[in-house]
């Protein structure tokens, strides 16, 4: 039963946030991390070393956060603290965003000379670094060794995907995207279920492509976004997570396994031949039910009578129903039209799924494209609870916070 499901708190949010800021030409990059930082509602306090002033003017993320930024060496604030130890006391996170060689070296060997060295030294939480410099200061033994001592010491590591340096070379040693770390931010950020804890869970997003011909296919609106979100919290909250995905439009967040695929027969095979490993199934894919006969060669406009005959894909969902094993959840989304309430309910019984999630995607603004959407969960039991409108992100956390509740009631309750 649902009555005492109460939304849960939108977790990770509004923290507060030492940035240290260091001296390389990624420097700039912070800039659109404070932005996007506090657009997400954390407070971010900039530190800067002398060089990374020499980048960009502190006045840029003293704007962008509306905090002074601590630049000078450590020393007493105005109220005669020591500024770098009360500052760091009020954050739940060290990010240093791009870290260079330099201060990692004095990271890793504990040497405390400026105010974000000594910030380092006196903080006993999480602390994230993007490491940003050319590829062969990277590669180098000294550089390779400091970050494994970061590592080994608790601190997490961001790197960025190869591409092109400002030296002019191309590979690894790009300072991760600033999208990509407030990702990270958010899993580290996130307060883990214990419930989760070494539970394998299974998500599906996006769409699938169905071949017409070599150069034509059939696919749908889904933007993928829903699922991805799903895969993201779930990990925020703590379980391990795959992801198996159609061509969707949205980034793939770090740390989670994924498998890209086309079509649902693609689809069919990753999610069924991974159903025996998995605690919780969910198919936020939008699979096609249907897929044409596809033409070896491109059909020629001057001899194709317009006719496509289509054949019923596997429904993925009822096969993952009637193969479930004892104590695996699997979990539905029901895309509807019309009778959404309805068609969930069917569908719930029909497929044998412990839990369904409906949304009416021909309501304007909300479902497949865009940023928001509402979703309404139903049990077994044909217990509804609304998890309202909200953006995906959000929706999806109350998804896993709703899931793990249920789930857990239910193992007290037997
Ligand atoms: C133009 C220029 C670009 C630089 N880019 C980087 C870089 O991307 N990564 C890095 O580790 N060092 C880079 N350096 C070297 C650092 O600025 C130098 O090691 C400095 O001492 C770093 O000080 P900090 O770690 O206190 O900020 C660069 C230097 C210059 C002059």
Redesign the pocket.
Known sequence: MLADFQASEIVGERASIALG??????AYKAAELVRLLVGAGHTVYPI?????A??VAPLTFQTLSGQPVRMATAGFGRDGDIEHISLIRRCELLLVA???????A?MAQGLAD?F?TSTYLAHRGQTMVC????TA?LEHPATRRNMAQLEADGVHVVLGDSGD???GEVGA?R?AEPAAILDQVRWVLAPKLPFLEGKRVLVSAGPTQEDVDPVRFLTNRSSGKMGVAVAAAFRDAGAEVELVHGPVQVAVPARIKTRRVRSAADMADVVLSRQPDVDIIVMAAAVADFRPRPSKEKLKKAKFDGALHLDRTQDILATLGQRKPDGQCLVGFAAETGSVLENAARKIRDKNLDFIFANDVAAAGLGFAGDRNRLIALNRHGVQHDLGTRDKAALARELVAYVVHELQHELQSN
């Open positions: 800021i260091t001296g390389g030409i990624a800067m070393t002398k060089w990374a020499e980048f791009p870290l260079t060689a330099n201060t990692m004095k400026n974000l490491p940003a410099m050319n200061m340096l400002a030296c040693g300072m």
